[in-house]
């Protein structure tokens, strides 16, 4: 499976249901993918998952720092699929002042480590789409995906039928990667 068809499933309507919680449903083919405000924080996803409070698998949050967060991606490409996000309404890189530069990538390291304690994975993809032309659902809010990975993984469904069949659901990937995030958060 190629990078650009990976990334390319995930748009807003992926993570939407991070903010009303945990769900076990697969992805919807077909499923709204257009942010009709995407220029507006109040109504930007992962402002709103900023906003959502602390950690619990309610919101799907596993990490909150003073700039940056981690999200469960409410629609995974696998089980344990996060994002690591800056809690200010940025869209680039060149926007994050050099705290957020620091902290977002240390949340994303914390985050595959715990990836890699929950999930003993083969491979991780680490990823971002800056810009709709490169595939970003929301190119408006900044967001690393880290994808833990397995030799074979990519099965008939997932290859035809844009379908993901996960073995389990949000709220044990919550626990799994909550029982696993190093000691001492995203430092
Ligand atoms: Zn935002």
């Given amino acids: 499976m190629s990078l650009e068809r990976l990334w390319a499933g995930w748009r807003s309507a992926y993570v939407a249901g991070t903010v009303a919680g945990p769900s076990d ?19 930007c996803v992962f ?6 409070g602390p950690p619990s698998p309610d919101n799907g949050v596993l990490w909150v720092g003073p700039t940056t967060l981690v ?6 490409y696998a089980s344990g699929h996060l994002m690591a996000v800056p809690r200010r ?5 060149g926007d994050l002042t050099e705290d ?9 390291r914390t985050g595959i480590a715990a990836l890699e304690g929950a999930y003993r994975p083969e491979g991780i993809n680490l990823g971002a789409n800056l810009g709709e032309a490169a595939g970003a659902g929301i190119p408006r809010h900044l967001h690393l995906h880290a994808v833990p990975r397995w030799r074979g993984d990519t099965n008939f469904m997932t ?9 389990e659901t949000l709220a044990s990937s919550w626990e799994r990667l909550t029982a696993a995030w190093p000691a001492g958060g995203a430092g």
């Fill in 47 to 52: 402002c709103r998952i900023a906003a959502s």
């Fill in 71 to 76: 999200v469960l991606n409410a629609y995974p």
């Fill in 159 to 167: 290859a035809v039928a844009d379908t993901r069949v996960l073995p």
């Fill in 89 to 93: 309404h940025v869209a680039t890189l």
């Fill in 25 to 43: 449903d697969a992805p919807s083919v077909g499923a709204p993918t257009d942010d009709p405000h995407p220029d507006d924080p109040a109504v």
């Fill in 100 to 108: 957020e530069a620091v902290e977002l990538w240390a949340a994303a």
